[in-house]
């Protein structure tokens, strides 16, 4: 127990399992959307709107959760997101109608975006130094719910139906629930309602939109590996589609790993230098998806991507943590906002690009961005360091 009256390490543990649950939430829909849509006779514009609808409720749930924890706490607004997530995850189960399906989906999204946004706001408001380190450990349980996922649905789905699984899966979110009404958390602004004109006067601040808008092309590097690179590495390299996904799911494990690492290495080097760094590696790995041409060095390029890329939002929420003190749920918000509108975009620009000149721009689209971090990386150094002096 600390002199602040809570328990550090209950409280990341809190944390960390609330980051593993959006981990799940963010492959839980993918994972049996096939079964969802037979179940429902989807067709395929039904099918895309539905999956339009997690990264809406993420988004949605990203805007909010600052303000609602500068308004109320850190431990109402985590329990809420558990229980978003848990009533999103039996509704799938119990749905009767479209409707109610979509809603369900949506709830999915929502609670997964609340605790994403509250898991890092809760561990950088504990973290008294080494922001990015701690914030880089709570991104490991994010690949641990990511990667876990599909590998326990694929181990039951021969013994049970996904209705039973996504109600055992729901029903067991309660354990984490008890925990968290059990423990402390530390106090948040706990302002006086909702705090939207501070928050509005934040969204002004050149430095805070600098690093909003460095996550903007992070988030969009990550959002068009996950959902281009089997499609580029199918139509473009002309691999087969086991190996591509493969090839997908080694750029999630060296992301995790890596984060490990960071652990480590972010409380020994300047987590800025560890950035510029890393985006040298991604640009790298880019290189090698569009010049290589075998499964070993596709494999190499997308470790290489992982690895560069594993950094960046321990990194920026790190700084964020350590300069906005008083509103950093706020702060959280507006930055985690911006960076998940850049995921949308980024992934809407590729459809359209590729339907004229085809998938073959993927890498060409990763690797500018990875050049306007870069630029932004650098003005923002400069603002920084004039802000704090």
Excluded at 114 to 119: E, F, M, S
Excluded at 203 to 214: E, Q, R, S, T
Excluded at 318 to 323: F, R, S, T
Aim: aromatic letters at 12%; charged letters at 10%.
């Amino acid at each position: 127990m600390t002199n602040k009256g809570y328990h550090k390490g209950y409280v990341f543990t809190a944390a960390c399992i609330g980051m593993l649950l959006f981990g799940v939430v963010m492959i839980s829909l993918g994972s049996i959307l096939p079964e969802v849509s037979g179940k429902f006779v989807l067709n395929e514009a039904q099918t895309g709107f539905l999956t339009t609808l997690l990264p809406l409720g993420i988004l949605v749930g990203s805007l909010v959760f600052g303000p609602l924890i500068d308004w109320l706490s850190y431990k109402k607004i985590l329990i809420a997101g558990s229980i978003f997530t848990l009533l999103g995850l039996e509704g799938i189960v119990f749905a009767k109608s479209t409707i109610f399906l979509q809603a369900s989906v949506f709830c999915i999204g929502l609670g997964g975006g609340v605790l994403n946004g509250t898991t890092n706001a809760i561990v950088s408001e504990i973290s008294e130094e080494n922001h990015s380190a701690n914030l880089s450990l709570l991104g490991v349980f994010f690949g641990i719910g990511a990667l876990g996922t599909p590998v326990v649905l694929g181990l039951w789905k021969g013994l049970y139906s996904f209705e039973t699984i996504f109600a055992l899966l729901g029903g067991l979110i309660t354990l984490p629930v008890l925990f968290f009404l059990m423990i402390r958390f530390p106090k948040s602004a706990e302002t006086k309602g909702l705090p939207i004109q501070e928050g509005l006067k934040m969204a002004k601040d050149p430095v805070l939109l600098l690093f909003g808008f460095i996550l903007f092309f992070q988030s969009g590097i990550e959002g068009l590996t996950n959902n281009w690179t089997t499609t580029y590495l199918e139509t473009i390299k002309e691999m087969k589609s086991a190996n591509a996904l493969f090839i997908l799911s080694s750029f999630v494990g060296a992301i995790t790993i890596t984060r490990i690492a960071l652990g480590k290495i972010l409380r020994m080097f300047p987590p800025l230098k560890v950035m510029v760094v890393g985006f040298f590696i991604v640009f790298i790995g880019g290189l090698i998806l569009q010049y290589g041409d075998s499964y070993t060095l596709f494999i190499a390029g997308m470790m290489a991507m992982g690895v560069g890329l594993a950094a960046g939002f321990p990194v920026i929420l790190g700084y964020i943590g350590q300069l906005y003190t008083h509103l950093s749920g706020t702060a959280f918000s507006i930055v985690i906002t911006i960076a998940l509108i850049g995921n949308v975009l980024t992934n809407y620009l590729m459809g359209q690009v590729s339907q004229y000149h085809g998938t073959g721009v993927f890498p060409y689209l990763i690797l500018t961005s990875v050049l306007m971090v870069l630029i932004l990386l650098y003005i923002t150094n400069k603002k920084y360091n004039s802000k704090i002096s």
